[in-house]
Structures are given as structure tokens and as C-alpha cells.
């Protein structure tokens, strides 16, 4: 499954930090408001993957093969239909990698993928979504179309002048 079959995953850490964050927002923003109220607001926070991979640590990604970096805007993911299967995943067409062979239908649902290629040594390192299914579009997603398999790439967490860890929601397209 394609774009409905990537749930970002968090460590434990993160999970923990992340519903902290959410319940202290809640608590101080909504304070006015009724708990069934909070709850819902809270419920729907937690079930939108926008918002989800807005927290995400953003991580460079190199070609295991050849060292050359491929993506500066990956970030770490599952499949929805398989979670032992473990990705990283990007929203941005990366610059290192082309399309190499014809599309092939995915094993559960009708979205159609390619694989994707290191430009400088040639290794296939994942795909990209090339036409999502109507079934995957209508579910909820991130939008994420370019897939890197754990074992094609290496990661870096991206980080800015002063040491800070980037994530999705203070990181520009680049």
C-alpha cells in the first residue's frame, strides 16, 4: 500500500515527548472548553498524519553503496499493511535518484510504483508512487511518494547551526 501504507513512526521517546506536548497544548489552549471537547480535538490531532509528521525528525539519506547523499529532506517510516517493513520516506522528488524500469502494481492495493536508483552508482535503492489508487488517496496520508529501503540507505538526523534537530514542521522544501 502506498501513501495510505506509511505510518511515520516515533521512538518511544518521541511518542512520549510528542503526547506531552499535545496534552499540555490542550490543556492551557482549551481550558474554556469541555473535556468531550479536548478529547475530540485531541483525537483528531492524533489521527491526522500531517500533523504527526510536522514532529518528525527530519534525517539526510545516503546511498549505502556509493556514499552519495540522496535526500536532505527524508524521514523515517512504516508500512500501514506490513509495520516490520521499515522505510524512510520524503515528500520532496529527490535530485539524486531516476526512475529505472517500468511501473508494476503493488501487492495490496492498485497504486502503481517504480523503482528508483542511485544516479551515481546505479544500486536501486527504493521507489516512488507513480499513480496512487483511488482506495489510497480517499485514506488518510502524508503525501510522502519517494521511498528508501532501511538497508539501501544510511541516515543522518539534519541539524541546524546551533545543534538543533530539524523536523517537518520549522524545515523549508530544500
Known amino acids: 500500500m502506498v501513501q495510505a501504507g506509511v505510518n511515520n513512526s516515533n521512538d518511544s521517546s518521541n511518542s512520549q515527548e510528542t503526547n ?13 472548553t469541555t473535556s468531550a471537547t479536548t478529547h475530540r480535538n485531541t483525537q483528531l490531532q492524533d489521527n491526522d498524519p500531517n500533523i504527526r509528521s510536522r514532529s518528525k525528525a527530519v534525517c539526510k539519506l545516503n546511498c549505502t553503496y556509493c556514499d552519495s547523499r540522496v535526500c536532505v529532506r527524508g524521514m523515517k517510516a512504516m508500512l500501514l ?7 524512510y520516506s520524503t515528500d520532496v522528488p529527490p535530485l539524486s535518484v531516476q ?3 517500468e511501473d508494476y502494481l503493488t501487492q495490496n492495493c492498485h497504486c502503481k510504483i517504480r523503482d528508483v536508483a542511485c544516479l551515481t552508482c546505479g544500486n536501486v535503492l527504493g521507489y516512488h508512487i507513480t499513480q496512487p489508487c483511488q ?6 496520508n502524508n503525501g510522502h511518494l519517494w521511498m528508501f529501503h532501511t538497508e539501501e540507505v544510511t541516515s543522518e538526523e539534519r541539524l541546524d547551526f546551533n545543534g538543533t534537530q530539524y523536523n517537518y514542521y520549522n524545515i523549508k522544501y530544500n
Open 99 to 101: 526512475l529505472v524500469g
Open 20 to 32: 506531552d506536548n499535545v496534552s499540555s497544548t490542550t490543556s492551557t489552549t482549551t481550558s474554556t
Open 81 to 87: 499493511a506490513d509495520t516490520r517493513v521499515e522505510l
Open 135 to 140: 482506495q489510497c488517496m480517499d485514506a488518510c
